[in-house]
């Protein structure tokens, strides 16, 4: 009877031991299989499927979430966001590839909480998040993905993608990396009247249909219609197309940052340094105004968006331009250019050249003389030196029939 006791007994502290086993070995981490080399680090990620993304670091943090297919930084007021960012960081993604693993400590690549940087990709089905430490190779990315501790290098610069930048010695998220500072686009055929203001001179310009008519919202024009621009104020006189052109182009503005830090006075609002609005075909008005200028920094303010900006100055003194600057230039000839009385246009068609006057009858050509020299006559024979002419000979006639033999 002991025996079969003890015989339970140790059954039960084996099963009790197989328990207590089972529980610590439930407890404990489990090891993760560690990435093929080469094989892609988020294998089933899809851009499409992403509907916002939560950036973090530190005390930094952004999300960006899309609406009505554009993408807002719902952190920071709404403001739109750079597509081309977004797909930048979607194709890093989706393309990283794992060149090595590391077993160092987190700390040495910056993983470590106090210094990683964290994101999360909300999708339709369970959110992606992983974690950016920092490196010197500015082509390549440390990371860790959800909770698996092994340290990844990665074949793409993540840390440019989810905007970490450097600030003086820290290593910072930049949530301005993300903005669409694209704050307004207009075509040349779309404005239909300008306005600057400088120094306390208005200058007014409109299209005008054969130097009279002004364009008007949304006019059907016809299609022989002859349109120009028009100084209509201070003076009236016809633009310079180049230059209007140019006003247009630079109308379209991209700003360098955001100017909600600065206060009301470093704004400058309340004394502007300039104005300028345009006219719109459909008949939309956009007002421009210009504040505190500081170096290569202008505060521009722009009606119906509720932020300041900072522009370069060179747009703001293309803005507000006067008369001088718009004017079409008349074509003065430099001196001895052309002959005193009314100047013409300049021919497209060059114009033929005068004939030349006839030249001269060509005189006769008169042989020349060669001169041969002819010798002499003889001189006349004197009557004394003439002698009678001799007689035949005659033969004896044994010569002659012996001739005639021969």
């Given amino acids: 009877?002991?025996?079969?006791?003890?015989?339970?007994?140790?059954?039960?502290?084996?099963?009790?031991?197989?328990?207590?086993?089972?529980?610590?070995?439930?407890?404990?981490?489990?090891?993760?299989?560690?990435?093929?080399?080469?094989?892609?680090?988020?294998?089933?990620?899809?851009?499409?499927s992403v509907k916002a993304i939560?950036?973090?670091?530190?005390?930094?943090?952004?999300?960006?979430?899309?609406?009505?297919?554009?993408?807002?930084?719902?952190?920071?007021?709404?403001?739109?966001?750079?597509?081309?960012?977004?797909?930048?960081?979607?194709?890093?993604?989706?393309?990283?590839?794992?060149?090595?693993?590391?077993?160092?400590?987190?700390?040495?690549?910056?993983?470590d909480a106090a210094n990683r940087a964290e994101i999360t990709f909300q999708t339709d089905a369970k959110p992606l998040t992983f974690y950016v430490g920092q490196c010197d190779d500015p082509g390549v990315a440390f990371v860790q993905v959800g909770d698996d501790p092994e340290v990844l290098e990665i074949d793409r610069g993540l840390e440019s993608s989810v905007g970490l930048r450097t600030e003086n010695t820290d290593r910072i998220l930049a949530p301005p990396y993300f903005y669409d500072l694209r704050v307004l686009t207009v075509g040349q055929d779309e404005v239909i009247a300008l306005?600057?203001?400088k120094d306390g001179k208005i200058t007014r310009l409109q299209k005008l249909i054969d130097g009279k008519d002004p364009v008007t919202p949304k006019q059907e024009l016809p299609k022989d219609a002859k349109v120009a621009w028009w100084i209509v104020e201070p003076e009236k006189a016809l633009a310079d197309e180049r230059a209007v052109e140019g006003f247009i182009a630079n109308a379209s503005i991209t700003a360098k940052d955001y100017a909600d830090k600065l206060t009301e006075a470093e704004r400058g609002f309340d004394k502007p340094t300039g104005r300028a609005k345009l006219t719109l075909k459909d008949g939309a008005t956009v007002e421009l105004t210009f504040g505190k200028i500081d170096g290569d920094d202008v505060v521009l303010g722009i009606s119906g968006k509720p932020d300041p900006f900072k522009i370069y100055k060179y747009i703001y003194d293309s803005l507000t331009r006067g008369v001088a600057d718009l004017k079409k230039k008349e074509e003065t000839p430099a001196a001895g250019d052309a002959?005193?009385?009314?100047?013409?246009?300049?021919?497209?068609?060059?114009?033929?050249?005068?004939?030349?006057?006839?030249?001269?009858?060509?005189?006769?050509?008169?042989?020349?003389?060669?001169?041969?020299?002819?010798?002499?006559?003889?001189?006349?024979?004197?009557?004394?030196e003439l002698k009678p002419a001799d007689p035949p000979a005659v033969l004896p006639k044994t010569e002659a029939k012996e001739l005639e033999k021969k």
């Avoid at 013409?344 to 050249?353: S, Y």
């Fill in 1 to 48: 009877m002991k025996q079969i006791n003890l015989l339970i007994a140790l059954t039960g502290i084996v099963v009790l031991l197989a328990l207590g086993l089972l529980l610590v070995q439930a407890d404990r981490p489990k090891a993760l299989p560690p990435k093929r080399i080469g094989s892609k680090v988020f294998e089933d990620f899809k851009a499409e």
């Fill in 54 to 111: 939560d950036l973090k670091k530190n005390a930094t943090t952004v999300r960006i979430e899309k609406k009505n297919n554009d993408w807002l930084m719902t952190s920071h007021k709404d403001r739109p966001v750079k597509k081309e960012r977004l797909d930048a960081l979607f194709g890093d993604v989706r393309e990283a590839l794992v060149n090595s693993t590391r077993t160092s400590k987190p700390e040495v690549f910056k993983l």
């Fill in 195 to 197: 306005e600057t203001e």
């Fill in 339 to 384: 002959p005193p009385g009314p100047q013409k246009t300049v021919d497209l068609i060059p114009q033929p050249a005068a004939p030349a006057p006839p030249a001269p009858p060509l005189a006769p050509i008169t042989p020349p003389v060669v001169k041969t020299d002819v010798p002499p006559p003889p001189p006349a024979p004197k009557a004394n």
